[in-house]
């Protein structure tokens, strides 16, 4: 890689039989020895990259493979990044054991100071891009029970390469003993080029439940109904993608293609007396959900990420994705994403991380009923407003609104993070130990409006809540796990509760 200035270029190279950095003056012509790293310079795999210099400033980010694991070396500023010039290397450096080799063709070529040989003098062969397994996905079957009955899944993935990885092509398939319950998707991905392409094809069923309760009388008891609306959807999907790379942090993202969504819903109701908890009844009963829609669909996206990865969460840097997609045809409607992230390390190891995000549904056909509503309180967004923290807040039919309160078609949250690795702490290094722990002090604030199909009493008015607490996050063995203990600051949810996730942090 180049320097800012382009007068010096810096690479890897092994003369002494070791990887490490290595600095070529251009005007001068001279070689010098940036690091100096006895186990090596070298990427997490054949194709990651080992060194990164930066493109406005003198600085350079160096992997290298220490004490049993990887890490990330910084050299800033011109002293840093130029060396001693390089000693001249052993004439047998570069040689394998045994250095007297039979039949060699490398050797003599190299020891050969007219150049290389005429090309027409050696075979050549067309690369052919076959696919062939690359990797196989473990297959999984389930089985349980519950309002739809009993059920059995079983289904698994094999993903397809060429030998130098620019075509991908994944397959994954599920099946049950429903017919509703099969899915399959079939990826194709070429990179071969700057611009990358593909195209996707998907059978995919999804299944949403939205708690209601009321109370109300039965049998000349007062009663507490609870009912799990359940919207069953059946999307089938073709489309091609493009994405075209502008830099190494930035890309722009195309796609378009055509969708048709199959819509069932079913009500399960279970009727308690208050006065006795008895169960006075059970109903379970299919409900209208929509007529079967085919639309087109487009979207654009661009995506800026430059966020170094720590074990449990990103730690400096940032990402972003700002995207428009839109839908016409039996359902017209746009959805606008604004995701910002941003991580700022002040001081070593803490790094203070905040997320913008903005999720809305425009257009027409936005109070649709076929367009499920977003909920605010989902730990995707904002802590402490889950289902089972929400309290009742009984309207005049005798509807608890606290679910209403938190659904919409548009939100906005913004999250604020203080993390910081455990065992770190008191060395005051990015230090995580065998099995990484982080802990973290978080804020939450969001907001929902607009209109939800069927699910909003009283409107579509704006609604603000916020929350706070500490946690701690656990990468056990590649299964990121989230503990955390949350504040709920406002209603229809208050006082304390303790949460529990499996997810990175943003």
């Known amino acids: 890689q180049w320097s800012m200035d382009g007068s010096r270029l810096y690479f890897v190279s092994n003369p002494d039989g070791i990887n490490n950095v290595f600095e070529l003056n251009v005007a001068a012509g001279t070689f010098r020895q940036v690091t100096r790293v006895g186990s090596g310079v070298a990427g997490l795999a054949l194709t990651s990259p080992a060194i990164s210099v930066a493109a406005r400033a003198p600085m350079m980010a160096v992997s290298v493979f220490r004490s049993g694991r990887y890490e990330i070396d910084f050299h800033r500023g011109t002293g840093e990044l130029s060396g001693p010039i390089a000693e001249a290397p052993a004439e047998d450096a570069d040689s394998l054991l045994p250095a007297a080799r039979v039949n060699a063709v490398v050797d003599p070529l190299l020891a050969d ?48 390469s060429d030998l130098l990885g620019e075509r991908k092509l994944g397959l994954s398939a599920q099946a049950g003993n429903r017919l509703r319950d099969v899915a399959f998707s079939l990826r194709f991905i ?30 000349g008891q007062p009663t507490l109904t609870r009912e799990t609306h359940y919207f069953e959807r059946t999307h089938f999907r073709l489309a091609a993608h493009a994405a075209y790379p502008l830099n190494r942090a930035q890309r722009i993202e195309v796609e378009t293609g055509a969708r048709h969504i199959d819509y069932r819903s079913s009500v399960s109701s279970t009727s308690r007396s208050l006065a006795t908890g008895r169960v006075l009844s059970r109903t379970f009963a299919d409900a209208f959900a929509g007529n079967p829609a085919t639309f087109g669909e487009a979207s654009v996206a661009f995506v800026h990420d430059t966020a170094v990865l720590g074990p449990t969460s990103p730690i400096v840097a940032g990402r972003a994705r700002f995207e428009v997609a839109s839908t016409w045809g039996e359902l017209s409607s746009t959805r606008v994403t604004v995701d910002y992230r941003r991580y700022l390390m002040p001081v070593k190891p803490y790094t203070i991380a905040v997320r913008l995000m903005h999720l809305g549904q425009y257009g027409a056909d936005v109070g649709d009923l076929r367009l ?15 289902w089972g923290s929400l309290r009742c807040a009984a309207g005049e039919d005798g509807t608890c ?96 509760s303790f949460g529990f996730t499996f997810r990175r942090g943003f």
């Open 401 to 496: 609104t606290a679910l209403d309160e938190l659904l919409g078609s548009r939100l906005a949250v913004a999250n604020l993070e203080l993390r910081a690795p455990v065992l770190g702490v008191r060395s005051r290094e990015l230090r995580y130990g065998p099995v990484p722990l982080e802990a973290f002090l978080f804020a939450d604030s969001g907001a929902v409006w607009g209109p939800a199909p069927e699910f909003i009493s009283g409107g579509a008015a704006r609604r603000i809540i916020s929350s706070f607490g500490a946690g701690a996050r656990v990468n056990a063995f590649g299964l990121p796990l989230e503990f955390a203990a949350v504040r709920a600051v406002d209603a229809p949810a208050r006082g304390w």
């Open 372 to 386: 499920l509503p977003a909920f605010l309180g989902s730990r995707t967004f904002l802590r402490g407003y889950g």
């Open 113 to 160: 100071s007219s150049g290389l040989p005429d090309i027409t003098e050696l075979p050549l062969h067309k690369y052919e891009p076959r696919m062939f397994l690359e990797a196989i996905g473990p297959p999984y079957i389930s089985s349980g029970g519950g309002p739809f009955g009993t059920f059995v899944r079983g289904g698994g993935s094999l993903l397809f």
């Open 190 to 219: 070429n990179r071969a080029r700057r611009w990358n392409w593909g195209g996707v094809a998907e059978l995919q069923p999804s299944l949403r439940g939205l708690p209601r309760r009321r109370v109300d009388e039965q049998e």
